[in-house]
T-cell receptor
């Protein structure tokens, strides 16, 4: 079975400061990892993904994520937060070694960037 | 190009009624997914269609839930005899056929069962 944990319900950060949103995962095979963002009353928007290769993945809006196999983590980061980054962030995983295409999502982390 | 569209955007129904939710995927996307997002929860997988293959129905919570995908494009999710616990946002996503392609989500249908 595959699972995702986002240990923080909410992360607060001041504008201009670096931000980190944490994610850990569990799969039996090789992970395929995603971050999505959800703005109020809107669907999920794709931010970035990791399949293989460089452990640091760069995505949309200046976000990046670091894959750490030994810690089974895929934390989302941004060097300098913007107020407009305030939203709900979801980490998701798929096990590449199974035929199952459905993503398993974490419960989400609300990011609040204060001016 | 156009993204994934869903209709209606909001649906209020009475307990025991049937509802149909519609999803129009991105043109050319062969894979289509339905998820459910309950208040304060993450997304829960419901069903997945890929081309002409048999759908993966492993996430459907009960036999009151069913889905069809006609002509490999539009999909309809049907909930029969709705219950209050069915209240949620139902999200549809589509992707290209490759195994590593990301899913693109529609805006969702907010279902409220009174």
């Amino acid at each position: 079975a595959q699972s995702v944990a986002q240990p923080e319900d909410q992360v607060n950060v001041a504008e201009g400061n670096p931000l980190t949103v944490k994610c850990t995962y569990s799969v039996s095979g090789n992970p395929y990892l995603f971050w999505y963002v959800q703005y109020p009353n809107r669907g999920l928007q794709f931010l970035l993904k990791y399949i293989t290769g460089d452990n640091l993945v760069k995505g949309s809006y200046g976000f990046e994520a670091e894959f750490n196999k030994s810690q089974t983590s895929f934390h989302l980061k941004k060097p300098s937060a913007l107020v407009s980054d305030s939203a709900l962030y979801f980490c998701a995983v798929r096990d590449l070694d199974t035929g199952r295409r459905a993503l398993t999502f974490g419960s989400g982390t609300r990011l609040q960037v204060q001016p | 190009g156009a993204g994934v569209s869903q209709s209606p955007s909001n649906k209020v129904t009475e307990k025991g009624k049937d509802v149909e939710l519609r999803c129009d995927p991105i043109s050319g996307h062969t894979a289509l997914y339905w998820y459910r997002q309950s208040l304060g929860q993450g997304l829960e997988f419901l069903i997945y269609f890929q081309g002409n293959s048999a759908p993966d129905k492993s996430g459907l919570p009960s036999d009151r839930f069913s889905a069809e995908r006609t002509g490999g494009s539009v999909s309809t999710l049907t909930i029969q005899r709705t219950q209050q616990e069915d209240s949620a946002v139902y999200l549809c996503a589509s992707s290209q056929s490759g195994t590593t392609n990301e899913q693109f989500f529609g805006p969702g249908t907010r279902l409220t069962v009174l």
